[in-house]
């Protein structure tokens, strides 16, 4: 596992975007693992940038992890909307090259399973990861047991709550997504999980530390070959202190 702090999120964002440029620029048909929330917004703008500097995405396929269940992707706060808001009417991505799960059909199962066929047929090479508050990655909340599959999740008090203000109020939060499972994210070539600000300094210090466990989605990271969390000093915060403590231990015996 590999631990980059940077001074701020925009230096953290150039690093992202220079390790998915690579990817794009070596891979024939590159298969990008997107998410959504405040925190890729700073990658998504440096992605734009690259993109005006030369990139091109016309050959990459995006695969979001996940959507709100009930909504339609012409609802502005849908993960559509974002993707479409922040990343993809600025770059030349292929519409019908982008994936999102459908949040708003009948037949959620049947969403559920066209999704994990669309993955099996794109094995992700770079997937970007978020972290929420309570240790959950995509929309895998900490529970008993943790989902190899797409599937349908109420999403946890804290989640919603730290949503809420993209809504008008916590009532208009949707309380049900639909997910990508872990075996999308594990199986991915490279995972680089983003955190900016001291609100995540806790749940990054339990992903990275102590054992695998299900009640902290993002520990199961831990046993995947190639993974970066990607921080600034904030989300860093409780890690450098401990690291400063286990050394200054060290140094007095
Ligand atoms: C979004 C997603 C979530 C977010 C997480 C952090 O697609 O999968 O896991 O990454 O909730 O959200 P922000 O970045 O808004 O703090």
Same mark, same amino acid.
């Given at each position: ?13 150039? %690093? ?5 440029? *690579? ?20 990658? *998504?703008? $440096? ?20 959507? *709100? ?20 009417? %600025? @770059? ?7 994936? @999102?799960?459908?949040?708003?059909? $009948? ?7 066209? *999704? ?10 770079? $997937? ?49 997504? @639909?997910?990508?499972?872990? $075996?999308?994210? +594990?199986?991915? =070539? =490279?995972? +680089? ?6 609100? =995540? ?14 009640? +902290? ?22 890690? +450098?202190?401990?690291? =400063?403590?286990?050394?200054?231990? %060290?140094?007095?015996?």
């Amino acid at each position: 596992m590999n631990i980059r702090i940077f001074s701020d999120e925009r230096t953290a964002a150039v %690093y992202a975007a220079a390790v998915i440029e *690579y990817v794009v620029q070596t891979t024939e048909h590159p298969v990008l693992g997107l998410a959504t929330g405040s925190t890729p917004v700073p990658l *998504y703008d $440096q992605l734009v940038e690259f993109h005006q500097a030369g990139l091109s995405f016309a050959h990459v396929t995006t695969i979001n992890l996940d959507e *709100y269940v009930g909504l339609p992707p012409s609802h502005p706060q849908s993960y559509h909307a974002f993707m479409e808001e922040h990343l993809f009417r %600025y @770059i030349d991505v292929r519409k019908e090259n982008t994936n @999102i799960p459908r949040g708003d059909v $009948q037949d959620l199962a049947g969403e559920c399973k066209r *999704y994990d066929e669309v993955i099996k047929n794109h094995p992700i090479d770079v $997937q970007v990861l978020g972290i929420g508050v309570n240790g959950h990655i995509g929309f895998n909340e900490p529970d008993s047991v943790l989902k190899v599959g797409t599937h349908v999740v109420t999403l946890a008090e804290e989640t919603i709550a730290a949503n809420s203000r993209f809504f008008a109020s916590t009532q208009e939060v949707p309380n049900r997504a @639909i997910t990508v499972g872990l $075996q999308p994210i +594990l199986r991915a =070539k =490279k995972v +680089l999980l983003l955190a900016f600000g001291e609100a =995540k300094a806790q749940a990054v210090m339990q992903a990275i530390s102590g054992d695998v466990r299900t009640s +902290l989605p993002a520990s199961i990271l831990q046993v995947h070959p190639n993974v970066t969390f990607v921080l600034d000093q904030g989300a860093a915060r409780v890690f +450098l202190e401990e690291e =400063k403590r286990k050394h200054a231990t %060290y140094n007095h015996g």
